[in-house]
């Protein structure tokens, strides 16, 4: 198995409108950083591509039954 954003347990898919899955996604490693928009303040995780890497990587055990 590959260790990449997509097998992380603390990555989170985004899904396009129709339900289809975007190949991008949320890391929920760390707390959400602070990001200032027009609208105002906003807690945002990072968008990475499923297909990404880091060294925090910890992988979703499946159970079976």
Known sequence: MRTT???CVFWQPQTAPNGTL???GQC???PPAI???PQG???M??????GEWCGEHAT???VDG
């Open 5 to 7: 954003c997509e097998t």
């Open 22 to 24: 975007t190949g991008f």
């Open 28 to 30: 929920r490693r760390q």
């Open 35 to 37: 990001v200032l928009t």
């Open 41 to 43: 303040s906003r807690a």
């Open 45 to 50: 995780w990072p968008s990475v591509n499923r």
């Open 60 to 62: 979703v055990e499946r």
